[in-house]
């Protein structure tokens, strides 16, 4: 089955730089790439995803890039602010199978201090 | 985005008890809902799967008879957490389907504490 790995586990930066997350998958057949930020003891929330017949993503502040050949997408925040601190999730899926489950990365925790 | 509720938000219960946390979808149809649990400082775990007037699929490892979920409506999602155990504390969180996969939301999650 499809497994997600997501790096960095912890991430911390100063407000107005940049923070890049990087996910891979290992079923060439997903096709779908939603990312998810969760607020400390809320659920998880859809920021931006990605289909895999494009390349990239831009809304706003928040950018997805997909390489599809070798399996990586990453999520990118430009100018951060303190209110994007949050746990930040990948997660992958096969939409063309049955069984469409999402599978998420492990987390990575975005602290963006002022 | 749409919106999915969870009731309650928060619950303790003593051990040896029952507790129902319900999952709605307040905009939209959800031909499809997940339970998910998730641990201190960990990704979340899909619990199981269940379409409206079927029963549950659940994952491997997770068990059916206690955690009873129950699809009722296309709005309205059930888990019932039966003889709870101190180690079924945790926070669970649904989320529901619409039309297509595209269209999943989470709920805020409920936080379960056993004593």
């Not at chain 2, 595209?102 to 709920?107: A, L, N, T």
Request: glycine share 6%; proline share 4%; charged share 20%.
């Amino acid at each position: 089955g499809e497994n997600v790995e997501q790096h960095p586990s912890t991430l911390s930066v100063q407000e107005g730089d940049s923070a890049v997350i990087k996910c891979t998958y290992s079923d060439s057949a997903s096709n779908y790439f939603p990312w998810y930020k969760q607020e400390l003891g809320k659920g998880p929330q859809l920021i931006i995803d990605i289909r895999s017949n494009v390349g990239e993503k831009k809304d706003q502040r928040i950018a997805v890039t997909l390489n599809k050949t070798a399996k990586h997408f990453s999520l990118h925040i430009t100018e951060t602010q303190p209110e994007d601190s949050a746990v930040y999730f990948c997660a992958a899926l096969n939409v063309n199978t049955g069984f469409q489950k999402l599978v998420f990365g492990t987390g990575t925790r975005l602290l963006v201090s002022p | 985005g749409a919106v999915v509720s969870q009731h309650p938000s928060r619950v303790i219960c003593k051990s040896g008890t029952s507790v129902k946390i319900e999952c709605r979808s307040l905009d939209f149809q959800a031909t499809t809902m997940f339970w998910y649990r998730q641990f201190p400082k960990k990704s979340l775990m899909l619990m199981a799967t269940s379409n409206e007037g079927s029963k549950a699929t659940y994952e491997q490892g997770v068990e059916k008879d206690k955690f009873l979920i129950n699809h009722a409506s296309l709005t309205l999602s059930t888990l019932t957490v039966t003889s709870a155990h101190p180690e079924d504390s945790s926070f669970y969180i649904c989320s529901a389907r619409g039309q297509t996969v595209y269209e999943q939301y989470f709920g805020p999650g409920t936080r379960l504490t056993v004593t």
